[in-house]
């Protein structure tokens, strides 16, 4: 099984029994309080592909000490644990985690505007964000006005669309890190890139972050938005459940293309799909597990190679034994 030990990839890590996670749930319980803690969570409904199976513990903090204390307990204990926002880019096995999942979203959500700087904790949604900037007349975010997620996690993955990305508007973000200290990272510090971070690649979990934009028209900025959502309904599958762009995009082609040269175009295992609308996107018709879901993936990748010779790499991660 693969679980993670500090948001690390390990091959082991202890089995949390029944007596450990009363153990565990003892000690949050000195941290945050029992509606903050949640006992065998189906992941489905706490992911936006809505498959996979039951984490033993979800813990809701709603404070950087409480993140901070939580992460020191379970680095003690030496139980696995993961950082979630919406998941919208995240598959869990049918096995679901063997572990605590951290999940910061509406628990950790505020926002405040001073002049154009957007302050935002990294659980609010960047759709949230992005509306709160056209009321204060403020342009930057328009191409973050469909995209699902966090805040948290648009930043680790660099999210972007159409004409944006958000590295062209975070100037800081303050982390924590493995061992619970606070790191705070400049623009240079951040060093992003196509769908990566440097939080992605040192494992460090956004607490919160600062956004540059510029003053604009609120009339302007809403019709851009508007018009950019048209332009997402028109070509993504938004009435499937699914997560997002499953790969990230080849240098010189289109994931989406490629699929579909490869003759995927709504290619079915049990109830995942290929979606028939955009073939970078992998669609729940209403029965998949997380193992159909996976299987597709795998199987998209060796066609498109076969097809190809291009590697596709996977934007969402998956979790789990």
Do not use: W
């Not at 409904?45 to 404070?63: F, H, Q």
């Not at 609308?277 to 060796?302: M, P, Q």
Request: aromatic share 6%; proline share 2%; glycine share 10%.
């Amino acid at each position: 099984m693969i679980n993670k030990v500090g948001n690390l990839d390990i091959t082991e890590g202890l089995d949390m029994d029944s007596d450990m996670v009363m153990d565990v749930v003892k000690e949050l319980n000195r941290i945050i309080a029992d509606d903050q803690i949640l006992l065998d969570v189906p992941m489905k409904d706490y992911t936006s592909m809505r498959v996979g199976g039951n984490a033993k513990v979800l813990v809701l903090p709603s404070t950087v000490s409480e993140i901070a204390e939580i992460i020191k307990l379970l680095n003690n204990y030496i139980i696995p644990y993961y950082v979630i926002g919406n998941g919208t880019n995240l598959i869990f096995s049918d096995y679901g985690y063997n572990g605590v999942i951290i999940k910061l979203s509406d628990n950790f959500s505020s926002m405040t505007v001073d002049g154009n700087v957007i302050t935002s904790r990294s659980g609010a949604s960047i759709v949230s964000v992005s509306n709160l900037a056209c009321e204060n007349s403020l342009s930057g975010l328009e191409f973050a006005a469909g995209i699902p997620g966090t805040v948290g996690g648009a930043v680790v993955m660099n999210a972007g669309a159409y004409d944006g990305e958000m590295k062209d508007v975070v100037f800081e973000t303050t982390c924590i890190d493995n061992a619970a200290g606070i790191v705070r990272l400049g623009c240079e510090d951040m060093q992003f890139g196509y769908r990566t971070s440097r939080m992605q690649k040192e494992n460090l979990i956004v607490l919160e972050v600062k956004m540059r934009l510029r003053e604009g028209n609120k009339d302007e900025i809403r019709s851009k938005m508007k018009e950019l959502n048209r332009r997402r309904r028109e070509k993504q599958p938004l009435n499937y459940p699914s997560s997002g762009s499953i790969f990230k995009r080849p240098a010189g082609h289109y994931a989406g293309k490629l699929i579909e040269d490869a003759g995927l175009k709504g290619y079915r295992i049990g109830g995942a799909q290929v979606s028939d609308k955009h073939c970078g996107f992998i669609i729940n018709t209403g029965t998949a597990t997380a193992s159909d879901v996976i299987e597709l993936i795998e199987l998209v990748k060796r066609r498109v190679f076969e097809t190809s010779g291009v590697i596709l790499q996977q934007e969402v991660k998956i979790l789990g034994g």
